[in-house]
């Protein structure tokens, strides 16, 4: 692809040159004829190329001379348009580099001409530049040309010219030295002569021969330029006819910043930078140096030069670039230039030449390199100059005098430039732009009224200097406000940051060194030394001018930041007088001015004193106002007011002076904590001075002492002492506050000597505090704050620190002052749970003698009688558990003992405080506690479950005790062995701690308080259930009879003795309550509730293990006798309770027993196995269950039982609906046990029971719950409860024994129970409401809805009739009859039934036992039972046909769905009854043809209107019944069932076919389609009876059957005037049928 683009390109080239070649010839072809024939032969000669098969590119380059000759030719020519045409055929040639160096050369010649010429000048230079940078294949003295071509149209009269070749020069140069480059990095076996400087003393124009071409032309290139700067003819740039200086100057500056690894690599060009450039440079800056503006010069005969800005801007950039490029070859040289630029920077030099000046010198110290080589140069010699020193002071000393007014105002006349008017005093409107209170001055140092503004900022963003890179300026520019102050800030910053990165660096290697290179090592630190010992006394006096004159926050953080790394290089280069130097600096900028001689001039603390070890003077500074006060002090700045330091030597008056701190004390307080936090280990004896500084501005910010030993802000407590702390800083307090935590929790990271250093000078402060709380005033807590900080995060070196620590904490705590001692206690406290948490080696626990100093402390604060002392040291017994509990050992009897000391006070907080901890042993650490404490532990937990003061924490403790049962269960094979051994020596270790549990909870569960008692009884129940299979059988037995029984008596006594009315005082008495617990005998039926429901559960879910016990049976006897009497009882609650309890006593697993007389089998529980081997465990014996169905009746029949007398009626306690239902639903559940010896006087007990509970009414205020509404008819909750219990009865009495007596009984009972739907039973003389007939809450009772419950046990008296129908003792008691005769009501009544749903299910019911019942031959045979015949022929009669109508608001809809109950009656007659008429008596049958003789001409529905309710369907199965049994030919059936149904057949056909025929001739009365439907079915039905008539012998039929059958012929012929075509195609059939009655039969007229 690329071989293709590069013919392509060739192609296209030979394309373009043919079409410049023709342009070419057109344009010479009148005046220049040479250049005409040049360019056909040209053309002629590309074409031919173009033939050629061989590269095109190949042959172009080949002949690159011939071709360019005619382009050459037209330069020649001067035509413009010729020229210019050439040239771009020129360009394009070069730009495809299809030129050799001989047309190259050639092409530089004629370029060369037409620049003589002065024709097309800017694209010569367009050209040149093409034939330089496209190859390389210009050089020496055709290269040298070309860049004389590009300086001599530098120099022409036209601007863009000028410009354009000013840069074609500067690229021409850059293409010169690329080219080196290039040729370095290429190898080269070329061999060179070796470099001789003494043929390179002299200028020539031969360059060495040392140097490979491209470094020959770059050497010469130089080499002249130097010349022409210095005013001498050039060598090799021949042709050049003028040169100005600072053009050459830029050039030499650009190619030594450009390519200094050229100088550098070879010796040549270094050589000239040493021989010609420096020389020059001095000579050119000689004018500068002797010129003394405002100063009159010396007598000379030569006047002093003024310096040129141009040339002296442009001589100190290729100082800069010699200096920072070149500092290793030219080291004499840069100690000249560096002298310069010191002395360029004095008073007397022009302040653009001082600034111009310093903007180098700002860029040769941004290296830090640089400076190291400076100073390992020239200062660490002993004899030399102290370059780096004197740089420093020199910007310290300008700097110093920028501040000094009349030098300022006189250097800026001097310069010509406006002095501006800011100076002299800080005016409220600076360029506009308002500077004061309330606004955002700008940035600005103000010293003595002297106001210079900061023009950017310098910490932030690197200044770029502006009159060293001011080109193309002529004359010196005016320097703007401050621009010198700030270089020189800038200069000092970048001084500060070289020398940092100078010592920070060396610091990281010497920590990598070994000890083989500590020569070097003492070198190196030297070598530090001295350039922080060079720099630190002129850098301190400048940072300190500029900081107090500050007014910028940014430049304020900046000069900090430069005294905290002079404070960090001093301190790790143990230089100790600098490093105090900059601290005190830090430590006087972070105070008010006057303020810190107070704090700062005092006598050395480290002096012992007569009592505390302090010396103090009386200050004279406080005696009086503070100074601070006058017009100096800029008020704009303040930022918090305060109060000062209380001092034993201070007058009671001073304190009342305020003191004031600026945004900029603030910043050196910040500077002075973050020093003192990344660099403790080198403050050393500093630390006083710290210390003391942060403390004294602590106090004015009024930061007061929290938990931990950290310092907030107090809003109120300024307020109230009058502090006044602004919005500007209330942000940054919790920072500050923040930033002294850290610097304390720096310490740990601190040696030993630097610890003590702090720790003494914490100590020395806070006894200062102690003295001045004894004398009433109020003292700091900082000291001892910052001691319980600096502690802690110490603790790893504990034994170092401890004693003296915490001996000076315990006189804290001991002090009056309350502030003070509640500081000293939580210091403490917090001291000794940060030690008891601290993972030391060995553990704490293997270390008692550690252990033991560390608990000391807390152990002494016990003799502190204060309550606030106290209760810290039960918080800290709280915590110790909570933090370090696992690692107490033998410590925990002391915690323990502490604790239980705290149970017995009556204080709530103390109480609290001290079950905090005992639910943290209980919880977290049980396993930890030795076995022979837990039952302590037990009686602790019990013991605050009992103490009254604290309901909530009593509740806890129950809870307690629940986790410690589950404790017992999970480690009971630990604790066995160890357990003290109780009173009870037939108990193991495991059940002792059991039953001292179970015995606390019993004594819970007769606390005073209800709540109490109620938790106890949970959490004992539950404990029981959990872990109760762990028990022994002999435990089990203690557990009834010593702990659960005889709670059980506990409790009923309680309850009997409790008073019935509520208490009228007390605490409680005014507190809202439900009326169900306002009472505490109330109360105490709750918790006789909650006992009788745990033990009953008990026995429910552990009657495995109970059932092992010798006197289970007398156990379970005596729980059922007192549910029995809790039943009985007058409470509701605790007898609905008592039922419940009953329930889950009855609820327990199940056992399978083969017969009630056979042992059941035998389970073998694992548990049991585990404990005594014993596999035989006896189940419930019958006996036992006999007893629960005793009880079960006694409760039955005695709260069942009505009154019957008014008056017992009156008193009589009617049971609940809930009491009832709980009663049945535990029928289920003993009769699953009994069933095998359910006789039928259990039946009868049992049926009673019920029967008498379905009668029990609803009281009123609860019927709205209970009793369906008018539009609805559900089951109440208590018949749901029966229906359930029936249907169990129901579906197990096939399982009894005696299953074949029961059911009659049953089905009987059932039936019954059905009627109440239409007779609702009573309740003895109870008054009782009619169900429906109240709305809403009432008084006295109300009837239950009987009616879905009458039609649930109709359905389940016809499921069991259909199950057991065929029996004989059901055959033998009339049981259909019975059934037939119940159901007779309800279909009797039909529409008067108070719900519909009652005679259809009653239709359904008769249909099934009907069927079934006539499926059994003994009820067919039973034909002398005439009343079970009479019985059903007047259900199916009155059902039929309904003595009461049906509403007239019955839908039609609903009609034909009870039409089609009509129509299942009809289908069972003609399928169960009639064909079985022979079997059944004739009177039955007679009467069931009656009814259907009835129903097929009865079709009007009874009473109906003429609305068409007619039932159509219910006549036709009738009428088809009927016909189906008129034909009957077997001689076995009756004739007589025949002969009537013909009979009935006939005249129900006459009737229709008569009504018909009068309609159709009454024009008013239209028959109506079913009219015409019936019509149709008469005729029909004709058709067919004569048809079936004329089949059967003459003896079977009835001579009267004929003559009716005749008599009916006229009305049928009179129906030939209907206009129906279906009557009349059924009327034609019927006629034709009548053809063989014509004439008589013969036997007829016989």
Known sequence: MASETTIAMTKKLFENLQSDLKALSAEARKKHPPVKEASEACMLKLRMILSKPTDLFSELLSSSSEIVQPFIMGCDSKNPKMVHISLTSMQRMIQHQAISATTADNIIKSLWNLMNSGIEELKLLQTAILMITTNSIVQHESLAKALVLGFRLYFTKDSTTINTAGATVRQLVNVVYDRVNTEDSVNSQEPLEPFATDKMKMPSKIAPLSLRPCARDGFLLFQDLCQLVNADNPLWLTGITEMTRTFGLELLESVMSGYPRIF????????????????????????????????????????????????????????????????????????????????????????????????????????????????????????????????VSAIGSFIQTLFMPAVSNHQSSRDGNKTPDTQGAPPSMVAGMPVGSGVTPQPAFVYKNLWIPLIMNVPQTALRPVLIDMVDKLEPPVIPDGYALTLGFASLLEICHSVEVNVLLHQNTVNGTDATHSHTKSQDDELQKALVKSSWAGLLASLTLLLEASTDEQATEAILKAEQSYVNMSGVLELITTRDAFVTALCKSSLPPHYQLLILNQPSASKPHAERGHIRVRSLDMKTSPSYHDDSFDKSQVVAVGTALPTLNMPASSLQN?????????????????????????????????????QHLVWILGLKTASGGQLKSDIHANESSGAIITTAIMADLPVLSSMLSRLFESSQYLDDVAVHHLIDALCKLSNESLEIAYNNREPSLFAVAKLLETGLVNIHRVEVLWKPLTAHLLEVCHHPHVGMRCCGAEAITSLVLAALSYKFVP????????????????????????????????????????????????????????????????????????????????????????????????????????????????????????????????????????IIKDEDPSLTSSDQLWMCLYSKFGELCVDPRPAVRKSAGQTLFSTIAAHGDLLQNITWKSLLWKVLFPLLDNVKSKLETAPSERERKGPEANILMHHSRDTAKKQWCETQVLIMAGVSRVFSIKKEHLEELDDFSRAWAFLLQYLERASLGHSAEVCLAALRSFQELVNGPAKEETNSQSASPQIVPQQSIQRDGSSSQPSVSQTMWNTAWKVWLNIGNKRTTPPMTIQAAATVDIPSQAFLCQLVLIFPKIFTHVQDHFVCDMFTDFSKVLSQTLAVPIAGDTSPFLVPTNYESTLTPVQETVIDAYTCLCENVAHIKSSEKLYPKLISHLIKCSEYATRVPTFGAVEVKPPNSVKGLTTGYIASDMTEFSEKCMSLATEVYSKCCSLDSVVQEDTLKCIIQSLSTPLGAKYSCSSDSTWKLAVQCLLKCVRSGLSVPKVKASTSSTDLWLALSKALSDFLFPKVPANESQSLAEFREDEKLDCLVVEMIRKDILPFSSELPKDFIASVLQILNRGSIHSQSPNAPVSGKVRHLFTQKCFETLLQFSFVNDENKAASVSQVAVQTLLTRCVTIISDYNKDIHLKQNVPSPSQVNEVVSAIQTMTTLISSLQKLSQDSVDHSIWERIISLYPHLVSCIHSKSDSVLVELEKALSSYTVLLNTPAYARK
């Not at 005992?918 to 022979?932: A, E, G, K, N, Y």
Request: with cysteine; glycine share 4%; hydrophobic share 45%.
């Open 264 to 391: 550098l690599e070879h010796e040549e060009f270094g050589f000239l930078l040493k021989e010609r450039v420096c020389p020059l440079v001095i000579k050119l800056f000689s004018p500068s140096l002797k010129f003394r503006q405002g100063i009159p010069s010396a007598p000379s005969p030569i006047p002093v030069e003024k310096p040129y800005f141009p040339i002296v801007m442009r001589l100190l950039r290729i100082v800069q670039a010699l200096i920072k490029h070149f500092y290793c070859l030219l080291s004499t040289e840069c100690e000249i230039f560096l002298s310069l630029l010191i002395k360029f920077m004095d008073v007397e030099k022009p302040m653009w030449q001082r600034c111009i000046a310093l903007e180098v010198l700002l860029k040769l110290c941004n290296d830090p390199k640089l400076v190291r080589s400076f100073v390992e140069t020239y200062d660490i010699k002993e004899h030399s100059a102290k370059i780096f020193y004197d740089i």
């Open 843 to 978: 553990p704490l626990y293997e270390n008692k003698r550690l252990q033991a100093m560390l608990l000391a402390p807390l152990r002494e604060l016990s003799v502190i009688s204060q309550t606030d002392v106290r209760q810290k040291q039960l918080e800290c017994a709280l915590l110790i558990l909570q933090n370090g509990g696992e690692t107490l050992g033998p410590g925990w009897p002391t915690i323990l003992q502490v604790i239980g000391d705290g149970a017995n006070t009556q204080g709530e907080v103390i109480i609290r405080t001290a079950f905090q901890s005992m639910q943290l042993v209980v919880t977290d650490f049980l396993p930890l506690i030795s076995p022979p404490c837990l039952s302590l532990c037990v009686e602790m937990a019990a013991k605050f479950g009992l103490q009254q003061s604290e309901l909530n924490i009593s509740l806890t403790a129950i809870g307690l005790l629940w986790n410690i049962s589950d404790y017992f269960y999970q480690q009971r094979a630990k604790i066995t062995s160890d």
């Open 658 to 694: 305020q003191v004031m701190l600026t945004s900029k004390n603030i910043s050196c307080m910040r500077a002075i904590l973050s020093l003192a936090h990344c660099h403790g280990s080198i403050l050393g004896s500093s630390w006083n001075m710290v210390l003391t500084t942060l």
